[in-house]
């Protein structure tokens, strides 16, 4: 089992940024790729950016509405991964969930490809 724990979130007025971090325990070394998710009230759980990682490499993604304004890294020896935040906007408030995957598949946007999930942090951008 991998368990993850995210830390980071609050209030923020748009423009502003926030960092996430996720820091996972138990059986890491199962883990290739981790990703963030956010959902808000009556919606599904979107995909904001993945990373996936090997011994000497690793590879980012991100959705359109997060591209160019969000950074996904990860800090192998600390089983950690964080997300930066900045330029945000009121469209990205929502609850922001961490989630680990056992595949090494590049670009995993797909929920049911995650095996492990956060509890989630609230992320809200004031007008």
């Known amino acids: 089992q991998v368990q993850l724990v995210e830390s980071g979130g609050g209030l923020v007025q748009a423009g502003g940024s926030l960092s996430l971090s996720c820091a996972a325990s138990?059986?890491?070394?199962?883990?290739?790729?981790m990703g963030w998710f956010r959902q808000t009230p009556g919606n599904e759980r979107e995909f904001v950016s993945s990373?996936?990682?090997?011994?000497?490499?690793?590879?980012?993604y991100y959705s359109d509405s997060v591209k160019g304004r969000f950074t996904i890294s990860m800090d192998n020896a600390k089983n950690t991964v964080y997300l930066q935040m900045n330029s945000l906007k009121p469209e990205d408030t929502a609850v922001y969930y961490c989630a680990a995957s056992r595949y090494y598949i590049l670009d995993i946007r797909e929920r049911d490809r995650y095996h492990y999930w956060g509890q989630g942090t609230q992320v809200t951008v004031s007008s």
């Open positions: 990373i996936t990682w090997s011994a000497s490499t690793s590879s980012t």
């Open positions: 138990g059986r890491t070394f199962s883990i290739y790729t």
